[in-house]
């Protein structure tokens, strides 16, 4: 899954280090409503790769950033955002930034994602158009996110606060929001040449 020839060790090296991590995460979480609903997506995600696996196999590059997401969704899914222990009191803040670093990645690795499918399928042509679809992309995601958070909140009070993660801060929505085009914009900017060695490489 992670090597350009689909080597299975790789494979297996992939699947076993979300297994456990998963298995990990939904040991004793903070709250187990809220472990769910942040787990889900790493779920989701993983089902479709292993569904897509022989139809449409990424590149390495997209394998390890995908595991890197759902490490952060499961971690955050254990102890709920607002409580992952490295992240209290970092860099003197009062508050735990840890829900910042996943929507940063809710920007950084989704914008590879679309720019693979967009890149192999030519759904837009052209640098400029294909950066800009993407981050566009990113943004409705993270808008997205932030409907499903508002939506949790109005259906249940006792997990709202545990997965929206505000900790008090009104501007926390637009700041989640500005940190996935940030993340958008430094995954494009940075790993766009590798992406592209990469994608010369493998076969759809």
């Not at 979300?18 to 790493?42: C, M, N, Q, Y």
Request: glycine share 6%; aromatic share 12%; hydrophobic share 55%.
């Amino acid at each position: 899954m992670i090597s350009v020839n689909g080597n299975s060790v790789w494979r297996m090296a992939w699947v076993i280090a979300f297994v456990v991590v998963l298995i990990w995460s939904g040991i004793a979480p903070k709250d187990r409503f809220t472990w769910i609903l942040e787990v889900a997506p790493a779920v989701i995600g993983a089902a479709i790769l292993w569904a897509t696996r022989r139809s449409f196999r990424l590149t390495p590059l997209l394998y390890v950033l995908i595991l890197i997401h759902a490490t952060i969704l499961m971690v955050g899914g254990h102890y709920t955002y607002a409580e992952v222990p490295l992240f209290d009191g970092l860099f003197d803040s009062s508050r735990n930034n840890y829900d910042k670093l996943g929507h940063f990645a809710q920007g950084f690795v989704p914008a590879m994602i679309a720019r693979e499918i967009i890149v192999r399928k030519r759904v837009v042509n052209g640098r400029l158009w294909q950066g800009f679809f993407i981050i566009t992309v990113c943004l409705a995601i993270s808008a997205f996110y932030e409907l499903i958070e508002w939506w949790v909140a109005l259906a249940s009070d006792q997990a709202a606060e545990a997965f929206l993660g505000t900790q008090g801060y009104v501007w926390d929505t637009q700041s989640d929001m500005a940190l996935a085009l940030l993340g958008a914009i430094v995954a494009l900017a940075s790993l766009s040449r590798l992406h592209d060695r990469q994608l010369a490489r493998i076969t759809t």
